[in-house]
């Protein structure tokens, strides 16, 4: 049994791969999610977030997308992008209505699987510093804080945590 099927029986989503036909519904989840951060992110970062259709789809093709599904709703979403031998998490979303559910949890497990799945040595993330929930999830799965850089995206400073699996 691997760690996603383990910690993700009991609950009320399932955490799947997402296809092309998912573009629509992710690029509104990322929409509502930004929108909430509407005056804690500088502008440009939250646009460059809140992908169309269309640039959700080409995302796609670079990346890998899993998307955590209530209802045949999609409640949350995660990218992987290889590269290096590492595995970067992007563009982590939950849905505000379902946060505290283990969405997060579910899709976080996934990406480590995946990542293990594909060889890589380890999973790494950039979070801005006021993102508390986010960094305790992470940190519950052993991530550590890695790199600090001030002023890296429009003016808003990044902390980086990674995840060494071997």
Known sequence: MSLHEGMNSQKPHSVRKAVISDAEQISALY?????????????????????????????????????????DSIAGVVGCRLMHGTCQLTHMAVDKAHRGEGIGASLTERAIEFTKENGMMKVWLDTAPF??????????????????????????????YELVLT
Do not use: N
Request: positive net charge.
């Open 31 to 71: 929409k509502r999610v930004w929108d909430e951060y509407d005056t804690q992110f500088p502008k440009e970062l939250k646009e460059s977030r809140q992908p169309s259709e269309d640039l959700m789809r080409q995302w796609m093709k670079q990346e890998t997308y899993f998307v955590a599904v209530l209802k």
């Open 131 to 160: 993102m508390k929930e986010a960094i305790s999830l992470y940190e519950r799965y052993g991530f550590t804080k890695c790199g600090y850089m001030r002023k890296h995206f429009w003016g808003l400073d990044m902390e980086f």
